[in-house]
């Protein structure tokens, strides 16, 4: 759906002009003037969700590559999302993770060997290559690869990586020559440790908006992060697009449904390093909602948030596994009431955006029945503004499907 066609939609509910009314009841066609009028929509605006390409078409190809990011234009996305980390020489790169071998072929090249190293990441010990530790004529050396072994494997090696600023230029050209406006969804990602190596992300992102004419509140641009202090500091420094505040957990606990905490998701790092021991979870308050309201447009929370699940326990206290395939996970799983976080986030005046939203069986709760569409539907019916999705093609599928559901 494009945005021109989501206005039509708002406009469409509004009641036709007298003028128009007399001029068809003059032509004796009135009784054709009264469709079906269609129920509002329950999202903060009453426009339709916009679909986010969580990493590009991350379900297709090497996410956060200028491919990967044409291929969700292609299938149709509003809005193309990336992950900001810096390089050495201080360029904006989009990538998930610094440590280059989650997302990247840099072990197969020897001339890196050297540069292997552990270190910490948010509190989390890792081993690898880290961004930080490559200019990024070198990182232009790497090719992407997938993050996901479930997932297309012929394509890795064959991307780079892209800088912001090259994701940007995609975009514009995409929009041009489309015609739809495709908007850009960046996080500033791991912002408090990027700016203890001394490498700050925050100045640079503005500079690259302000100088793409972007930064505005009506900008094509949404900007995010799991750092409130990332977030305020931006908001001073003078970014005026659309923020919003992330909102992760690390897991559910299947005998009750609860979210569980552990590092480095229990809660923002910042938090950690000033000793706040709070978890994520405050946020989703009606108190932590309205504090968020004082910075930010919207929250991004992890989807369980809104809909959790829970399994179903033995004799032996355990999860059964349902599906009798020796593994439990979500499709052992069924859907849990939802909260009121969206109509709470609502009432707060902030939009919902809920991540993420993926294909595979084993993702999905048993209610919906191995077909990924039943959950964006739940989640439209919800009220959401918009989800991430690693399959653009899915998102918009269930859209149009709910969309006709509400009269349109
Ligand atoms: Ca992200
Ligand atoms: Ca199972």
Not at 308 to 328: E, F, L
Not at 396 to 407: F, I, M
Request: aromatic share 8%.
């Amino acid at each position: 759906m494009t945005p021109s066609v989501r206005d039509h939609s708002i406009r469409s509910r509004r009641p036709a002009s007298r003028l128009a009314l007399l001029a068809l009841a003059a032509l004796g066609l009135a009784a054709c003037t009264t469709p079906r009028t269609p129920t509002a929509l329950p999202t903060l605006d009453g426009k339709p969700p916009l679909v986010v390409a969580h990493r590009g078409a991350s379900g297709q190809l090497p996410e956060e590559t200028l491919e990967a990011y044409a291929r969700a234009i292609e299938l149709g996305a509003d809005v193309i999302e990336m992950d900001l980390l810096s390089t050495q020489d201080g360029v904006l790169v989009t990538r998930h993770d610094p440590n280059l071998m989650i997302s990247t072929d840099v072990a197969r090249h020897p001339e890196f060997a050297s540069r292997k190293k552990t270190m910490q990441v948010d509190g989390e010990t890792q081993t690898g290559w880290f961004v930080q530790d490559f200019t990024l004529a070198e990182l232009k050396t790497l090719g992407a690869i997938s993050t996901d072994a479930e997932r297309p494997q012929q394509f890795n090696g064959r991307f780079k990586v892209p800088t912001f600023q090259e994701v940007i230029d995609l975009a514009k050209a995409k929009s041009r020559e489309t015609g739809r406006t495709i908007a850009i969804y960046p996080e500033t990602k791991n912002p408090t440790w990027f700016r203890d190596l001394g490498l700050p992300l925050e100045d640079k992102l503005i500079a690259i908006l302000e100088a793409a004419g972007w930064n505005s509140r009506t900008a094509p641009v949404y900007v995010q992060s799991f750092e409130p202090g990332s977030l305020k500091t931006m908001k001073a420094k003078g970014l005026k697009t659309k923020l919003i505040q992330l909102i992760d957990g690390d897991g559910i606990d299947m005998r009750t449904g609860a979210m569980t905490y552990a590092v480095p998701v229990d809660r923002p790092y910042e938090w950690t390093q000033t000793g706040d021991r709070r978890n994520f979870d405050v946020m989703v308050t009606p108190a932590g909602l309205a504090e968020i309201a004082t910075y930010a447009d919207g929250i991004g929370p992890w989807k369980r948030y809104i809909v959790s699940v829970k399994g179903t326990i033995g004799a032996d206290g355990k999860p059964v596994d349902i599906n009798a395939d020796g593994k439990i996970n979500d499709a052992d799983a069924t859907s849990t009431v939802p909260t009121t976080l969206v109509a709470d986030a609502h009432r707060a005046g902030l939009f919902v955006h809920p991540f993420t939203f993926r294909n595979e069986s084993r993702r999905l709760a048993r209610d919906y029945q191995g077909d990924p569409k039943n959950e964006y539907l739940a989640f439209y019916r919800l009220g959401v503004d918009g989800v991430f999705t690693d399959f653009t093609d899915t998102a918009l599928a269930a859209r149009a499907a709910w969309l006709k559901e509400t009269g349109r």
